[in-house]
């Protein structure tokens, strides 16, 4: 078979496009084209050897690689669902607040899908600024042509979400100083919409006002009216994850499983060790085990042989 009929096989086959193979393999779109139909005038070997390479890396996604199972609904997940529930009925502003790693990213991203008028941004250092955060929720609304000034920004996402009794998910808003915070406040009141500030410690400290409160955040601090704070992953999270990798009945290994999340490793690590340990066991055509779990971990602590 030759590499052309092997990429019009793939296409066949999963579905993909040829703007992802193209994008995921490196390689011009319009070349891949032009390729694709005997007609690529340029380095044609420097073109194949990309796409060859594209294709060992999915021959070893697929003898190796051990994805996580979908998401996945733990106790957690539950209680910041019903905070994001309770923003958005209640048309006021929550915070979701507390260790990370947690799954607080994961639950806020699910419940997103598939409920009309839920917007999530996420804040970074290079989007913290007002006018940054602002132009990041004015893209999620799908305004495409947003302008850049700040004035004339915020009046126009204010009038878009008014009366759509949405819900704005702000994640990493630890990120956010308090000309932002003010403004979300503001617009959240104005268009009578939830908001729901999540991130790590310093959402609850910063919407406080820090260790000694001003006046000025006093707005702030007065309008939240649920903080939800999670300082450690439940042992029930810890029982849903092995379940859903099938290991709820393996007594061993569920206890190698709560002693990664009790030790300060959540539920992110948790997952990547459990990831790790099914790619050893896929390779030795076993099922994962509590021996294999320590293994992964310790790999990844950059502590294995």
């Not at 910063?206 to 704070?229: C, D, F, Q």
């Not at 009945?249 to 009790?262: F, G, H, R, W, Y």
């Amino acid at each position: 078979m030759t590499l052309i009929d092997q990429i019009k096989q793939h296409i066949a086959e999963s579905g993909i496009s040829q703007a992802k193979i193209a994008k995921e393999s490196g390689v011009n779109a319009g070349a891949l084209s032009a390729y694709l139909n005997g007609n690529y005038g340029g380095d044609i070997a420097n073109l194949e050897a990309k796409l060859t390479a594209y294709f060992n890396k999915k021959e070893v996604q697929a003898r190796e690689f051990v994805e996580a199972p979908a998401f996945i609904e733990t106790a957690t997940a539950k209680q910041i669902f019903k905070t994001l529930e309770f923003a958005q009925i209640a048309n006021c502003m929550a915070t979701v607040y507390g260790m990370s790693g947690v799954g607080k990213t994961k639950a806020i991203q699910e419940f997103k899908k598939g409920r009309a008028n839920v917007w999530l941004v996420t804040a970074s250092p290079s989007r913290s600024s007002l006018s940054e955060i602002l132009y990041e929720i004015a893209l999620e609304l799908g305004i495409s042509d947003a302008p850049r000034r700040k004035g004339t920004l915020s009046r126009l996402i204010a009038r878009k979400i008014n009366g759509t009794e949405g819900l704005l998910i702000i994640d990493e808003a630890d990120h956010l100083p308090y000309e932002a915070l003010e403004e979300l406040r503001i617009m959240q009141e104005e268009a009578n919409i939830g908001l729901v500030l999540v991130g790590n410690d310093k959402v609850y400290t910063r919407m406080k006002g820090g260790i000694s409160p001003s006046h000025e955040y006093a707005r702030l601090w007065s309008r939240v009216a649920k903080n939800t704070s999670i300082q450690k992953t439940k042992q029930a999270d810890t029982k849903a994850v092995a379940r859903a990798w099938g290991l709820d009945n393996n007594e061993e290994a569920l206890k190698v499983m709560q002693s990664i999340t009790e030790t300060g490793g959540g539920l992110r690590i948790l997952t990547q060790t459990l990831r790790l340990a099914g790619m050893v066991a896929k390779g030795l055509g076993q099922a994962v085990t509590a021996d294999l779990i320590i293994q992964a971990r310790q790999e990844l602590l950059g502590k294995g042989d």
